[in-house]
């Protein structure tokens, strides 16, 4: 019965960051596009009608086979193109550290093997697209397993509203994240405002993944952690509260304080992430407990990143 909270925990995100070819083209379009929809059709279908039990089981399967598909990937690198593609939109790609590179590129290549993106329910997304999701969902899991997104089946990119939740530019539940393409685009190439789309839904996911619940405790209550991430989301929250009470300006969106949802306070670990991503210094000196209770579950000190020469 408990698990019914993340049936109706959509989160809703309303403030998130805030062929035509012909003859043989064509029938190869055709195929593929029949054959994507499938998978996509099967995977939602599949959801319906199996036991909880079974799925529970086929969660922790799926897990341990992407793990297994991320250490497959280790040492393969991204190609050039695609590199590419990632490095003129993605501002976040300039302020990575080297060292987190060939991890993070072994994530994207078993990320854009194992989750289907699809564009308005209807098509595969670009490869554009596709590559700017996965490359920044896997920024988030750069020293976590992939099985961190074992209950992801399918995401959904919308050309600008989001069919059903148009207030939203993104949402997510334990199973499915929608972005708004056209906000995403606009929005990618911003390292350093503190809000970020991408991070921002994914990071939701990762509170699901634990216990089926989104309340920024992103560690199960077995966890040695969760006493600590329990206490700390009451005190940020407070503390949030307070600072735009007082009208100051605060390194985590007022958003993240106002939102909460049966009680829970979703939006804390979310609009902290994105933070403390874009803006590491600052959450660390503002927030120094929240700072370094994502540091070690995320595995990464972004205020010590500094922007990178790259090309
Ligand atoms: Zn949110």
């Given at each position: 019965m408990t698990r019914l909270v993340w049936l109706v925990?959509?989160?809703?995100?309303?403030?998130c960051a805030g062929g035509g070819a012909a003859g043989e083209l064509g029938l190869v379009v055709l195929a593929g596009t029949l054959a994507f929809g499938f998978v996509v059709w099967s995977i939602e279908g599949g959801k319906?009608?199996?036991s909880k039990r079974a799925a529970g089981k086929l969660t922790n399967d799926r897990g341990t086979m992407l793990d297994q598909a991320m250490a497959q990937k280790k040492g393969q690198r991204l190609d050039p193109r695609s590199r590419k593609i990632i490095a003129g939109k993605m501002g976040l790609y300039h302020w990575l550290p080297k060292e987190l590179m060939k991890p993070w590129e072994e994530r994207i290549l078993a990320f854009l093997e194992h989750f289907p993106i699809t564009f308005m329910k209807r098509d595969q997304a670009t490869e554009e697209m596709r590559l700017l999701v996965a490359a920044e969902a896997c920024l988030l899991i750069v020293?976590?397993?992939?099985?961190?997104?074992?209950?992801?089946?399918v995401i959904h990119l919308w050309e600008h509203e989001i069919e059903?939740?148009?207030?939203?530019?993104g949402s997510a539940d334990r199973h499915e994240v929608n972005l708004s393409w056209g906000y995403l685009k606009k929005t990618i190439?911003?390292?350093?405002?503190?809000?970020?789309l991408v991070l921002h839904e994914f990071a939701h996911l990762i509170d699901f993944?634990?216990?089926?619940?989104?309340?920024?405790?992103?560690?199960?209550?077995?966890?040695?952690?969760f006493e600590e991430w329990r206490d700390l989301v009451e005190h940020e929250h407070a503390r949030l509260m307070k600072a735009y009470e007082d009208g100051r300006n605060y390194s985590i969106r007022a958003y993240g304080g106002y939102e909460s949802i049966q009680g829970d306070k979703p939006e804390i670990f979310s609009c902290g992430t994105s933070a403390f991503f874009e803006r590491g210094s600052r959450l660390r000196r503002e927030c120094p407990q929240i700072y370094r209770a994502m540091s070690k579950f995320y595995?990464?000190?972004?205020?010590r990143w500094r922007k990178q020469k790259r090309v």
């Open positions: 925990s959509l989160l809703l995100c309303g403030g319906k009608g199996r020293k976590r397993p992939l099985s961190d997104y074992r209950h992801l089946r059903g939740n148009e207030s939203a530019r190439g911003q390292a350093r405002d503190g809000h970020n993944a634990d216990d089926g619940v989104a309340q920024s405790i992103p560690v199960s209550n077995a966890s040695p952690d595995g990464v000190d972004p205020a």
